[in-house]
């Protein structure tokens, strides 16, 4: 398959590989946000279709905890983006909401650190920085196809503006996130494929 990505940004670093990491679909490569890149052919064959031999290069989508000994990173575009207003988040987050971008959880990997588990320690498993204790990511209860990092800790934050917003029956009544979707709790597990393709279909 022949795309390749390039970043915008300068702090968004490119990676190239031969091939689509597993668990990322490439109809979310070429539709990822046009403000952070854009799907092209390769130019060192301009006249080649696109379906003969273009290579992949993806950006890494890479964050930090607040002290920076943990790193992680996606190579994959988010799948969603998600602000979660339940007490629970409210808890953990020591905050009004927690912010999410939700990753192929095949792309995803720490890539420096050590992490430790905390939150309620139950099926969902949070994950936090074993010297700051920054609440990291989730790797939620029967759903091991996605990780739900804390967008907050990525590069370019400004840049994952929340498209859902869950649990607004638990919400805070001042807060205000301009999701364009929001469920009183979480939506059925049906409505997810739908609710993907919305978000990749540019409405982030
Ligand atoms: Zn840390
Ligand atoms: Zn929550």
């Known amino acids: 398959m022949a795309f390749a990505l390039w970043v915008t940004g300068s702090s968004l670093s490119p990676l190239s590989r031969s091939s689509v990491p597993p668990g990322c679909d490439l109809t979310d ?3 990822i946000k046009p403000r952070l890149a854009h799907a092209f052919p390769d130019p060192t064959l301009p006249n080649q279709r696109p379906s003969a031999h273009y290579e992949i290069k993806l950006m890494v989508f890479s964050g930090t905890c607040r002290c920076g000994h943990v790193t992680f ?3 994959c575009p988010p799948v969603m983006t998600t602000a979660c207003h339940c007490v629970g988040c409210q808890k953990m987050s020591a905050s009004a909401f927690s912010l999410t971008a939700l990753f192929p959880a095949a ?4 890539t420096q650190g050590e992490t430790v588990l905390g939150g309620l320690h139950g099926p969902t498993r949070h994950y936090f920085c074993a010297h700051c204790l920054t609440w990291l990511f989730t790797r939620p209860a029967g759903v091991d196809e996605y990780v739900g990092v804390r967008s907050s800790l990525l590069e370019n934050p400004q840049h994952y503006r929340p498209f859902m917003e869950t649990w607004t029956r638990e919400k805070l009544p001042w807060v205000t ?5 929001s469920y009183e709790a979480f939506p059925d597990p049906q409505d997810y ?10 409405d982030k």
């Open 107 to 110: 792309a995803f990997a720490v």
């Open 29 to 31: 490569l070429v539709s």
């Open 73 to 75: 990173e996606s190579d």
């Open 177 to 181: 996130t301009g999701a364009s979707v």
């Open 193 to 202: 494929p739908a609710l993907m393709s919305q978000f990749r279909a540019g």
